[in-house]
């Protein structure tokens, strides 16, 4: 009974969802802030030259040797209508950069979109629904 009613109080957004390649998997979460965000909980190939691969793109010298593994990439969401979350941001690894974005819930997936600025100039991934 608990677990239904834990499952019933959590959003749509939330849970494991495969980013465009499917190179990765992201957990999204809602935080105590009420705001949701999103960490890179598996990766399709972890390792580079034998070791964890780390953040090397990041714009910040001294973030390059954390762990690509566990990095929140999504931030600071919040729900706007039924199935927009706007507010937040999105980080891409693979080039070390940040943009804002909004995301759709469309069911068994999320277009994801990355702008600077407004969102007319930007750019739309599709994540999917991940197995648990």
Known sequence: ?????????????????????KSGKILITKGPDGKFNGKVVWLKEPLENGKPKVDKMNQDPKLRSRPRLGLQVLTGFEKDGDEKYTGGTIYDPLNGKT??????????SLDIRGYIGISLFGRTTVWTRAEQ
């Open 99 to 108: 943009y804002s974005c909004k995301i759709t819930y469309k069911g068994k």
């Open 1 to 21: 009974m608990f677990s239904a009613l834990a499952k019933a109080q959590t959003d749509r957004l939330e849970g494991l969802w495969y980013n465009d390649i």
